[in-house]
């Protein structure tokens, strides 16, 4: 079974940096591409970013476009989120997800609140 477990969330001031990873496991990390989504209170779970299987083409939402970068580590089955200049609106649920075989996985994911 597909295991996909996010870290690194917390509470932290506008303008600030938070960086999330998630480890994956029960698949061949290296074969799949990563997503990033996040879910803010009473709205739907949105898209943030997208790394390649060899991670050298990457894609965020235009809301997080030169704040946010997402990255992989296939020797830790890791895949991070690197997010700066941090706004209120950023505050979500955050959640790493994949595809396989025509099927999306889900971690359960990390809560950034970004408070002024």
């Known amino acids: 079974q597909v295991q996909l477990v996010e870290s690194g969330g917390g509470s932290v001031q506008v303008g600030g940096s938070l960086r999330l990873s998630c480890a994956a496991s029960c698949f061949t990390f290296s074969r799949y591409g990563m997503s990033w989504f996040r879910q803010a209170p009473g709205k739907g779970r949105m898209w943030v970013a997208d790394?390649?299987?060899?991670?050298?083409?990457?894609d965020s939402g235009d809301s997080v476009k030169g704040r946010f970068s997402i990255s992989r580590e296939d020797t830790e089955n890791t895949v991070h989120l690197q997010m700066n200049s941090l706004k209120s609106e950023d505050t979500a649920l955050y959640y790493c997800?994949?595809?396989?075989?025509?099927?999306?996985?889900w971690g359960l994911g990390t809560q950034v609140t970004v408070s002024s």
């Open positions: 790394i390649s299987i060899d991670g050298r083409s990457t």
């Open positions: 997800s994949t595809v396989l075989w025509s099927s999306r996985y």
